[in-house]
């Protein structure tokens, strides 16, 4: 009992660390710092507001720093509450909620102040799918020198989708696609003739004619679509029944954290697993630690998604956790 008593005391205290997204920038790696704490997304006053301090945002959405930051709401203004205020960060620090400031919700600030940043992309260049009816399948774009662009479909084949697909954290591709399947882009052409063996990790390993080096029209926009990730299997449990709740992504399985774990995240894991649903749930490595990645943290499912994935989560591999708090699930026997 007073095991379960800790995990609900440091589950509170995790509360106070708030995740956080960027808002109304041009993509992904800018715009309106917002960060989630009790239950609603509110924004940050610019008081002391500088590169430190966007810094420990790009680095808790796993960019590598920032660029820039701003204030005076220049990704617009946002709406709620005005959550912290006065932030001084070192720039070391593994989350916002870490650096000084004056307390949740204590400010003199309007919306008019709320802050921003812009975060250097990761890696040189992005991959998104755009245009699919989901998220695995899309247009091909890539992020390179501060624009999106689109890939020709000149020699695109399975090769080269795979490895677009294990950048976007899937196993692998399905199919690949040519002349502008999933609709056209705008922007630059960006790549062309690319000619992968399978195995890079990055589109840009692979062999092709250079960056902007195209003789090609938008209506050969190249498209993959990608396996689905997020299959589930129970393990340590005395039948196929209960167990730890582990999960493939990327290649990998690994382990789901249970801050926020509950009955309905765990008859989502029960259904994907073809049971009627869920009879338990658990915490604290009941059926004992894991290991490798901690893919999910702050599951929170309303019970009636096909899949985890589809459920709000803190954002695969993002997670404050160990192994001791690994989650499991005791599913209803068919039958019965």
């Not at 509110?42 to 301090?53: L, M, N």
Request: charge should be negative; hydrophobic fraction near 25%.
């Amino acid at each position: 009992m007073e095991d379960r008593d800790n995990y609900f005391v440091a589950k509170e205290m995790k509360a106070n660390k708030p995740k956080v997204r960027l808002v109304g920038g041009e993509d992904d790696t800018q715009g309106r710092v917002e960060i989630y704490y009790n239950g609603q997304w509110g924004t940050v006053c610019d008081d002391y507001w500088d590169i430190e301090d966007a810094d420990v945002v790009c680095r808790m959405l796993g960019f590598e720093g920032a660029l820039r930051y701003s204030c005076c709401a220049g990704y617009g203004q946002g709406s709620g509450p005005i959550y912290l205020d006065n932030v001084e960060c070192n720039g070391t620090e593994t989350n916002l909620a870490d650096c000084q400031h004056n307390g949740y919700e204590m400010h003199d600030c309007g919306h008019s102040e709320d802050v921003g940043v812009e975060c250097i992309p990761t890696a040189g260049n992005q991959v998104r799918l755009v245009g699919g009816k989901d998220d695995t399948k899309g247009r091909v774009e890539l992020y390179y020198y501060g624009q999106w662009g689109t890939v020709c479909d000149d020699l695109w084949d399975i090769e080269d989708a795979n490895v677009v697909c294990r950048m976007l954290g899937y196993e692998g591709a399905i199919r690949s696609s040519c002349c502008a399947e999933y609709g056209q882009g705008s922007g630059a052409s960006l790549l062309s003739y690319v000619h992968c063996r399978g195995t890079e990790s990055n589109l840009a390993d692979c062999r092709h004619s250079g960056y902007g080096i195209h003789n090609c029209n938008h209506y050969e926009d190249a498209g993959v679509e990608c396996t689905p990730s997020g299959k589930l299997r129970l393990v340590d449990g005395e039948d196929n029944s209960k167990g730890r709740v582990e999960y493939y992504y990327g290649g990998q399985w690994g382990t789901v954290c249970d801050d926020y774990w509950d009955i309905e995240d765990a008859n989502v894991v029960c259904r994907m697993l073809g049971f009627e649903g869920a009879s338990n749930y658990s915490c604290c490595a009941e059926y004992g630690q894991g290991s490798g990645l901690i893919l999910l943290d702050d599951v929170q499912c309303n019970g009636t998604e096909s899949n985890l994935a589809d459920c709000q989560h803190s954002g695969h591999g993002m997670n404050d956790c160990g192994h001791h708090e690994d989650v499991g699930v005791e599913c209803i026997p068919k039958g019965n």
